[in-house]
């Protein structure tokens, strides 16, 4: 499929995305065995080579490891309360409506931003009838691809993507290319169903939209 010269520098940036994050979970099993092994052979190696050092350089060491950790500590409380304060508002509302289920939270999500069902459940791929099904049922559950276009049907965010996929009991994992592809263009704020799916297809991932 020819990608559109529109969308070639958002399609490269995927593709560093993905380079950048995928974790292939066979050769990462292979990485952790050799990695025990060297970090043991490593031990072994300090062990024989170092000498006890003096009671003032041991001091000296603590003294500077110390500060070093507390500096490191108040840097980290600094960078973790600024976080905290800017999702403090979305936090907020999950806790409120933390026994919801998805489908709840999904009806809750049209209500709050204003769009109707019809519009949602159309942008999502999805035809009135299985809508109105998840909408009577109130523990309905969806596949994954299902909550994932309603999420792109209702423009998330990242975090609200995973809160509200994980209603359902999915969350996104870096040994899966259809989920890292689903969380770069929702990061990059690209809603639109058929580039989507087109960066799916191109990936030989399970699309979200018809072709």
Not at 135 to 160: G, H, M
Request: overall charge negative; glycine content about 2%; hydrophobic content about 40%.
């Amino acid at each position: 499929m020819q990608i559109p010269d529109d969308l070639k520098e958002l399609f490269l940036g995927l593709d560093a995305y993905i380079a950048e994050r995928y974790v292939d979970e066979t050769a990462d099993e292979a990485v952790c065995e050799n990695a025990a092994f060297y970090e043991e052979e490593a031990a072994d190696r300090i062990c024989c080579d170092l000498e006890a050092p003096s009671t003032a350089s041991v001091r000296k060491e603590r003294k500077t490891e110390k500060k070093f950790a507390g500096l490191l500590h108040a840097k980290e409380a600094v960078s973790f309360e600024t976080a905290a304060m800017k999702r403090l508002d979305s936090l907020d509302d999950r806790v409120k409506h933390l026994g919801d289920t998805w489908q709840e939270t999904l009806l809750k999500l049209i209500d709050d931003r204003g769009y109707t069902d019809t519009e949602v459940y159309k942008r999502a791929n999805v035809d009135r009838k299985l809508f109105s099904k998840i909408r009577s049922n109130p523990a309905y559950q969806p596949k994954k691809v299902t909550a994932v276009a309603f999420a792109i049907a209702l423009k998330l965010s990242l975090d609200d993507t995973k809160d509200f996929i994980g209603r359902a009991g999915y969350a996104f994992s870096p040994s899966s290319k259809f989920d890292l592809i689903i969380e770069y263009f929702i990061e990059n704020e690209v809603y639109d169903p058929y580039t989507i799916n087109l960066a799916l297809f191109e990936h030989d991932q399970q699309t979200i939209i018809e072709t």
